[in-house]
């Protein structure tokens, strides 16, 4: 069974800067998985920010590119969001998900029906 578990969300000022992280396990290493972060606010639909494959190749949403960055450290099993110069409209859950690789030679997708086990989320508030 795979599970996600986040932590460090937390309140900081516009411009600032917070890193999320996600401890997972159960993903067994005879299948290749991708592993992304998404955020949702209330009334909306889960947005996906930044997917990563197991060879390191990335995917990031319009909306965060330049100022998000995803990476993993697989011998420690944690994904790592590191966001920069925030914004007041960033301010939402984050969840991090784990979605099958179907080893199509694509990049890591967005979609959140790629993907099928989540994390309780962690939140984000930046303030004006």
């Known amino acids: 069974q795979v599970q996600l578990v986040e932590s460090g969300g937390g309140s900081v000022q516009s411009g600032g800067s917070l890193r999320l992280s996600c401890v997972y396990s159960?993903?067994?290493?005879?299948?290749?998985?991708?592993l992304a972060w998404f955020r949702q606010g209330l009334g909306d639909g889960r947005e996906g920010l930044a997917a990563?494959?197991?060879?390191?190749?990335?995917s990031y949403a319009d909306s965060v590119k330049g100022r998000f960055t995803i990476t993993q450290d697989t011998a420690k099993n944690t994904l790592y969001l590191q966001m920069s110069r925030l914004k007041p409209e960033d301010t939402r859950m984050y969840y991090c998900a784990a979605g099958h690789d179907y080893e199509l030679g694509l990049p890591p997708p967005l979609p959140r029906y790629e993907y099928d086990s989540w994390g309780q989320g962690t939140q984000v508030t930046v303030s004006s």
């Open positions: 990563i494959d197991r060879d390191g190749r990335t």
């Open positions: 159960g993903l067994t290493s005879n299948r290749r998985y991708w």
